[in-house]
């Protein structure tokens, strides 16, 4: 209270009067607009430059390469190219699945490597990255009793996979397990993704050419849901 009188009193001998609630509610408003304006441009940014990259010999080991890291580190899932190059090819639908999946499982392994062996060098500090050390204890407590169950369900859904696959080797669950369930959850995911998009493929693209702001605020949303969800698991 005496901070707030003091910066009253600072402000009146400046002649300039604290600024009103309402201005500051309006300032706020009109600053999480700007936020959101920058957000859709980036995001369109990077939708524009998959569909590119989606149409280069590249995009195959580009598309490779991002499953792998999204497995074990890197925050931004490889949907968003699985699609570019679905779209742009359909009839290779299958083929792209099975690279999303290959590299996606292969990063996961490395993941497993990383909370197996190297949690006190690289694992805490991804672990920071998204801010869930105050998590880990309890967390790692209920990975060990369902581990399975969550690594399906982290390899199927928003959840983020990395956690995922980071605990699996800090609880050391079995390896081949760990190996099997991640190849049926992420395949399931990227086959999935991929047939969709093989069956009704210009029709989709054109609706997320018509409603992509929507569409990049959700999945914004949705990646924001997946770290939520592991604050909800404690």
């Known amino acids: 209270m005496e901070g707030m ?39 369109r940014r990077l939708y524009d430059w998959t569909l590119r990259l989606a149409e280069t010999p590249q995009a195959v080991l580009a598309l490779f390469a991002i499953a792998f890291v999204e497995s074990s580190f890197f925050p931004i899932p490889p949907d968003a190219l699985l699609i570019a190059m679905v779209v742009a090819t359909p009839r290779r639908f299958a083929r792209y699945a099975a690279v999303c999946t290959l590299g996606s499982v292969l990063g996961g ?9 190297f949690m006190e060098t690289l694992g805490w500090r ?10 880990w204890g309890a967390f790692q407590a209920k990975y060990q009793a369902y581990g399975l169950i969550f ?11 990395k956690v995922a696959t980071i605990a699996s080797g800090a609880t050391q669950i079995d390896f081949l397990a760990f190996s099997f369930v991640s190849a049926l959850g992420r395949g399931a995911r990227f086959f999935l993704v991929a047939g969709l998009l093989r069956l009704f493929g210009e029709p989709i693209r054109a609706f997320i050419e018509r409603y992509f702001d929507a569409l990049s605020l959700l999945f914004v949303l949705l990646l924001i849901v997946g770290f939520l969800t592991l604050g909800v698991l404690r």
């Open 126 to 135: 991804i672990i920071d990255f998204y801010n869930a050390r105050a998590l």
């Open 5 to 43: 009188r003091d910066a009253e009193e600072r402000a009146k001998s400046k002649g300039t009067a604290p600024p009103a609630p309402l201005a500051l509610l309006a300032r706020c408003v009109l600053s999480g607009r700007s936020l959101v304006r920058g957000l859709r441009a980036g995001l």
């Open 151 to 161: 690594l399906a369900i982290a390899a199927f859904t928003p959840i983020p996979y």
């Open 109 to 117: 392994m490395f993941g497993y490597l990383i909370g197996y062996a």
